[in-house]
């Protein structure tokens, strides 16, 4: 391997870009979390039921 490889080889960002679905609606967000977090899970008002309701983090989009 050589030097340069090493020198110029991209660090992990610590942030990750997540989305987010709803439980009960399917409305989607997209949300970012540490990389060494737990996956998300909140409550939060959904548009399309007009009430609060469950998001959980369903897939890892990239990372920043």
């Known amino acids: 391997m050589l030097l340069t490889n090493i020198l110029l080889k991209k ?3 610590k ?3 997540v989305m987010v679905e709803s439980v009960i609606s399917g409305h989607k967000l997209v949300r970012i979390r540490d990389r060494v977090a737990e996956k998300l899970e909140f409550i ?3 548009p399309y ?3 609060k309701a469950l998001y959980k983090e369903i897939k890892k989009i990239r990372s920043l």
């Open 11 to 13: 660090a992990k960002s």
């Open 15 to 17: 942030e990750i870009l």
């Open 49 to 51: 039921i007009q009430q």
């Open 44 to 46: 939060r008002y959904d």
